[in-house]
């Protein structure tokens, strides 16, 4: 069997791997093998063949790679307007019931009611933002 098939199966073993663990990683050494399947089909003889393929994985996985890292790992998006408020702490300033009550949050007061309808939330107490419901804050005491 010529080398080139040889190096085509590698090539095709190595993309499927990376299609399974996605570290971009395989992916370039498939294509590393690609490459030398290429000058092996030129005529190009084993030795060079091998040096082609170590040169070619050397510079994917030290170049392309990090790039590619970097664009694949994202910052979380950042929670803006009434939802940045929920899990945030608030302050008790008028008892909270099922039906009203008065908290501050990050220094604005907020109309609130109780997350649990069964709790009355005494004033001075610190609680948890859980939801937001239009503007009315849905609180739970802290622990």
């Known amino acids: 069997m010529d080398s080139w098939v040889l190096w085509l199966?590698?090539?095709?073993?190595?993309?499927?791997?990376?299609?399974f663990t996605l570290t971009a990683a395989l992916g370039l050494l498939g294509l590393a093998a690609t490459l030398t399947a290429v000058t092996a089909a030129l005529g190009v003889p084993v030795p060079v063949q091998l040096i082609v393929f170590v040169v070619a994985s050397i510079a994917g996985l030290?170049?392309?790679?990090?790039?590619?890292?970097?664009h694949m790992?994202?910052?979380?998006?950042?929670?803006?307007?009434?939802?940045?408020?929920?899990?945030?702490?608030?302050?008790?300033?008028?008892?909270?019931?099922?039906?009203?009550?008065?908290?501050?949050?990050?220094?604005?007061?907020w109309s609130a009611r109780s997350y649990d309808e069964s709790i009355v939330?005494?004033?001075?107490?610190?609680?948890?933002v859980m939801e937001i419901e239009g503007a009315t804050a849905l609180v739970y005491p802290r622990e």
Not at 9 to 19: H, K, N, P
Not at 98 to 105: H, N
């Open 9 to 19: 199966i590698l090539a095709a073993v190595l993309g499927i791997a990376e299609v």
């Open 121 to 128: 939330i005494p004033v001075g107490t610190t609680v948890d």
């Open 62 to 70: 030290w170049v392309v790679r990090p790039i590619a890292r970097r």
């Open 73 to 109: 790992i994202q910052p979380p998006p950042r929670r803006f307007g009434v939802s940045a408020l929920v899990g945030k702490p608030a302050y008790v300033v008028r008892e909270v019931t099922a039906r009203d009550g008065r908290v501050r949050i990050d220094g604005e007061e």
